[in-house]
Nanobody, 121 residues
Framework: QVQLTDSGGGSVQTGGSLRLSCGVS????????MGWFRQAPGKEREEVAR???????TYADSVKGRFTISRANAENALYLQMNDLKPEDTAVYYC???????????????WGQGTQVTVSS
């Protein structure tokens, strides 16, 4: 079973940057797409970015051009570089793993515990 541990959240001002990290353990012979999701207070969890097994990336429109998802397979790690942060980016961010089934499914199989990102104006 894959286990995820996310970190790197914090408090920044508008326009600031943060880099989220996700450590992956228990990875045994399976292939996973990876993603970052977020949930703001009173809102549903939403997908922010994902990266497939061929390192193809997709982003939510709200973060395109500001966020970059990347993975380091040798380190069993996933990252989210967030630049030009805005107050509306404030949320708990979760890394997620989606077992590759010939395609990347929409719903993750495994979640990290979440890390808080707060952006003040």
């Amino acid at each position: 079973q894959v286990q995820l541990t996310d970190s790197g959240g914090g408090s920044v001002q508008t326009g600031g940057s943060l880099r989220l990290s996700c450590g992956v353990s228990g990875y045994i012979g399976r292939r996973y797409c990876m993603g970052w999701f977020r949930q703001a207070p009173g809102k549903e969890r939403e997908e922010v970015a994902r990266i497939d097994i061929n390192d193809k990336t997709t982003y939510a429109d709200s973060v395109k051009g500001r966020f970059t998802i990347s993975r380091a397979n040798a380190e069993n790690a996933l990252y989210l570089q967030m630049n030009d942060l805005k107050p509306e980016d404030t949320a708990v961010y979760y890394c997620a793993a989606l077992e590759y089934l010939g395609y990347c499914p929409r719903t993750p199989d495994v979640w990290g515990q979440g890390t808080q990102v707060t952006v003040s104006s």
